[in-house]
């Protein structure tokens, strides 16, 4: 890392990590408020004072942990990637290795969506920050490695593609649930059912033949 990215991501790193319950809790209150702000007015109105007033506390108090906005939503992205990780985790520790995981992978990436919508829905404009671009790119990698591993779980033809398609899999459920949150209430569960369809065509046409059901 240059000397201009490390500046820049010091800049996007919290000044100090809660560890006391009531510290974690006043950071979440942070980012809890942010992500109101930015579900109702998106990125560009958001100031470090209206966030302690929306989360009920002094401006100061968000110095102690943040140094500036930008870290606040880089945390609020990383916690986003954090519930996705969790989730991998969870499916990758599974002794099942069939394409039932990828409906388990989309159903679970729908409920975080849901959780963090205000991230989610105002995330695409800030990934073109160029602050934000290494915040972004350890984001996706981290995803995109978990992905790999569950794409030799299931049992893909070549192992040595397994990033690419994870990278193609994660682009793919977040775009389509992008898609999803702008349809009526009514055919957002069609949706779901329908990007599973396609998910499972695309990747049974890579399983080896023991694998192929």
């Known amino acids: ?116 919508e205000a991230v989610m829905l105002n995330w695409h404009a800030l990934r073109m920050e160029p602050q934000f671009a290494t915040v972004e790119e350890e984001s996706f990698r981290e995803v995109a490695e978990r992905n790999e591993r569950l794409m030799i779980k299931i049992g893909i033809r070549q192992p040595q593609n397994g990033l690419l398609i994870g990278s193609l899999l994660q682009e793919t459920i977040s775009a389509q649930l992008d898609f999803r949150a702008k349809l009526p209430e009514r055919a957002q569960e069609a949706a779901l059912k329908e990007l599973k369809r396609m998910l499972r065509s695309y990747l049974k046409s890579h399983l080896a033949p023991a694998k192929d059901r």
């Open 1 to 116: 890392m240059n000397s201009v990215a490390q500046k820049t991501h010091s800049q996007l790193t919290q000044r100090r990590r809660p560890v006391q319950e009531r510290s974690v809790k006043r950071v979440e209150r942070i980012l809890d408020a942010t992500a109101s702000i930015v579900k109702e007015d998106g990125f560009t109105k958001l100031t470090t004072n209206l966030i302690a007033q929306r989360a009920g506390i002094p401006v100061g108090t968000i110095y102690q942990f943040f140094p500036n906005k930008s870290a606040i939503l880089a945390a609020l992205e990383q916690r986003v990637a954090d519930k996705v990780n969790n989730a991998l985790d969870n499916i990758l520790e599974r002794d099942s290795s069939n394409l039932n995981l990828i409906d388990e992978l989309i159903d679970k990436m729908a409920r975080i969506w849901k959780e963090e």
